[in-house]
C-alpha cells in the first residue's frame, strides 16, 4: 500500500514532483553515507522517496563527491531537476558539504547543499506517521534500506526523545530521508486532510 513499483499515478503516468529533494546523512567512523531523494508533488499533497544509495564503510571525501555527483545524475535522469539538498552539520559535516559544494561547482553541477532542519525526534517521526496515515507518504520499492530502517527504529530508553543509535538500527537512512523534506514541516503539516 506505501510502497509502491514506481512513482505514477492513479492512471498510470508518472508523477511530475514539485520539489525533489536530496537528503544526506554523513557516516562518521563506522557510520553510512546515506543519500535519500524525495520527490514531493504540487501543493504539498505527496512525498515519495524515489531513490538512495547507502555508501558502507570508510570513504575518502572525494569518492564520496564522486557517488553523490552519481547518484545526482541518476536522479534527475528519472525525474528531472533536483530543487534541494540538505546535510547534516556538525563539525565533520561542514568539512563534507564545504567540499561537495565547492566539487559540485567545479563539475558545473546546479546545486548547492545546504544544512538541514533537523527538528526534534518526535516532530519528525509525526510528520512520518501524519503523511503515512493520510495516504500521502510513500516509497518506492528500489528503497530497500529506507524500508528497512523503519522496521527497525526503535526508541532509546535512556535518552529522550532519541532514536536508538548503537550500531544496532539503521537510522541514518531515516536521518537522510527527514533531512531531504523536513524543511517543508509546516506545508506539509497545513495540507491535512479530513
Known sequence: MFIKDEAVDEYGNPIRFMIISIGIDY????????????????????????DELKMA??????????Q????????????GKVTHCFADYGALGQVLTYGMNRYL???NIPLKIEDCIKGEINDRIFLDQMLFAQHRRFI????????????????????????L???TTPIDD??????????????LMMNIRE
Open 57 to 66: 564503510g570508510l570513504h575518502t571525501p572525494e569518492d564520496m563527491y564522486k
Open 165 to 167: 543509535d548503537d550500531g
Open 174 to 187: 531515516l536521518d537522510a530521508s527527514e533531512y531531504s523534506m523536513f524543511y517543508w514541516y509546516d506545508k
Open 140 to 163: 518506492l520499492k528500489d528503497c530497500k534500506y529506507l524500508i528497512e530502517a523503519y522496521k527497525l527504529a526503535v526508541w532509546d530508553d535512556k535518552h529522550e526523545d532519541t532514536r
Open 105 to 107: 561547482q567545479q563539475n
Open 68 to 79: 553523490f555527483i552519481e547518484f545526482y545524475k541518476r536522479v534527475v535522469a528519472k525525474y
Open 27 to 50: 557516516g562518521a567512523t563506522e557510520g553510512e553515507t546515506e543519500f535519500k531523494a524525495t520527490g514531493i508533488t504540487q501543493y504539498f499533497k505527496e512525498v515519495w522517496t524515489i
